[in-house]
């Protein structure tokens, strides 16, 4: 993949990283709220300005408080972005002035090795002048003026940021997205403290995301590009996508967990393979079930892993106990993968990403119109519709009208009093005979259209 130049922000907390972030990228990827410390993990999008192509990203507001509290926790992310930057971007508000944790960042500042820009955020008005005049003896130079609320002052910004970041690029290859080294959408949904972070985190040899026992750390959907190396040795491209987790709807009250779930189906609806993960020292909720029925009805493949394997008590019992209720709670579609993972100990990992790769295979599978034709009449000729009112129902051919889900159309005569229950047989025959496995299968039924009926 391209390698962009990448600027990291940073800043304390509520200075505006997230709204510039937004802006930067030109959509609303991160979580944005009035109070303070709503952005956790670091968030990284592409960013356009002006003709200028980086990578961005947005950082925790930087604290100062003991490294193993989750404060503590979160600026050890903000350090790691900055250390791998081509240019730090330090945001203050200039309405607020230079307060002293400001003051605290600046001199850590002055100790990297990153290069440094100034920027004074919510600089429009009077009542920001004072703080542009204070931010000049935090010893950048001038500060960038800008509202990256109402996009003013990006001219500046490219200009402050194009000695550091304009560099050449090499153009990256239009992604086939039935092609299937192309690289693999996955994200990690689940209830709250089932490990999706710290199985993020296995995955990628780093504490790349910020975990512990407090439960909802993660607020916005994080994505981050991994290579996988397969049993042959291959390189794969992964795209992994960390979630906030998902509790009861009744159970969530506040706005920002509101927006934190939000934002984790939209990763569901982004992504191609989902992993619904599992505490196995909790088993198997009625809301993991309510996850996996919205997952399938998005149309997105489904595996579901139990984690925590390693501590799991019982593990046999549990495991069939888990797949006895799956196959119960999920009517629509049976045999979805059940895998056993330990993100503390990497466990099953290989196994799970191999599984998804496979998943993702059968998910993007076009079926050869000779293929598809005969399973059709083999399907119908061992099991014929019925004839309700002794009129029979006439199907007549099948098409495959598109991929990822896989989506077929049949045509026939008095198709609208076909039974579900038939339905289901040729959808299940399907999945059997043309090895589409679990995933979801969208058929739709649809009655040629009659040149002599007569128009009202």
């Known amino acids: 993949m391209a390698q962009l130049p990448i600027v990291a922000i940073v800043g304390r907390p509520n200075v505006g990283k997230s709204t510039l972030f ?10 944005v709220d009035d109070r303070p410390g709503v952005t956790r993990d670091r968030r990284e999008g592409d960013a356009h300005l002006l003709g200028l192509d980086f990578r961005v990203i947005d950082t925790a507001g930087y604290e100062d408080e003991d490294p193993d509290t989750l404060p503590g926790r979160m600026r050890r992310q903000t350090e790691a972005a900055v250390s791998e930057a081509d240019v730090a971007l330090f945001l203050v508000d200039a309405r607020a002035g230079v307060m002293p944790l400001d003051e605290e960042i ?18 429009e008005g009077r009542a920001a002048e004072q703080g542009i005049l204070e931010a000049l003896a935090l010893g950048f130079g001038d500060p960038v003026q800008l509202s ?37 959408k996955l994200a990690i949904v689940g209830r709250p403290n089932a490990g999706k972070s710290t199985l993020i985190n296995r995955f990628l040899g780093q504490d790349r995301l910020i ?47 509101k927006l934190s779930v939000a934002d984790a189906l939209r990763a569901v609806d982004f992504a191609e393979v989902v992993v619904l993960l599992l505490d196995a020292t909790l088993g198997l909720e009625s809301q993991d079930l309510r996850i996996a029925d919205r997952v ?46 330990s993100g503390a100990t990497g466990k099953g990992l290989d196994t799970l990403i191999e599984v998804a790769f496979e998943t993702r295979a059968a998910w993007s599978k076009r079926v050869p119109t000779g293929e598809l034709n005969r399973w059709f009449e083999k399907a119908v000729d061992a099991n014929p519709p019925p004839a309700p009112g002794g009129k029979r129902i006439k199907l007549r051919y099948v098409t495959q009208i598109k991929s990822r889900p896989p989506s077929f159309v049949i045509f026939g005569t008095r198709v609208d009093q076909l039974p579900a229950s038939y339905e289901r047989y040729l959808v299940n025959s399907m999945r059997r005979e043309l090895g589409f496995g679990a995933v979801p299968v969208r058929l739709t039924l649809r009655a040629p259209k009659n040149p002599f009926a007569k128009n009202d």
């Open 22 to 31: 937004n802006r930067l990228v030109g959509k609303k990827l991160a979580l």
């Open 106 to 123: 600046a001199r850590w500042l002055r100790s990297s090795d990153t290069p440094i820009v100034l920027a004074a955020n919510k600089a």
């Open 148 to 184: 990256a609320e109402h996009g003013e002052g990006v001219g500046d910004l490219f200009e402050a940021l194009l000695p550091y970041i304009d560099r050449e690029v090499e153009e990256e290859e239009e992604v086939d997205l039935e092609n299937p080294y192309a690289p693999l």
């Open 211 to 257: 975990t512990g026992p407090e439960a909802g750390i993660t607020r916005d959907s994080i994505a981050i590009d991994w290579e996988w190396h397969d049993r042959n040795g291959e390189v794969r491209q992964v795209r992994l996508i960390d979630t906030a987790g998902m509790r009861k709807k009744a159970k969530v009250q506040d706005k920002l967990e």
């Open 296 to 341: 399938l009805e998005e149309g997105r493949a489904l595996l579901i892993a139990l984690n925590k394997w390693d501590v799991a008590e019982n593990p046999s019992s549990l495991f069939n106990g888990v797949r006895k209720a799956l196959e119960d709670g999920l009517s629509q579609v049976k045999g979805v993968p059940l895998l056993t993972v």
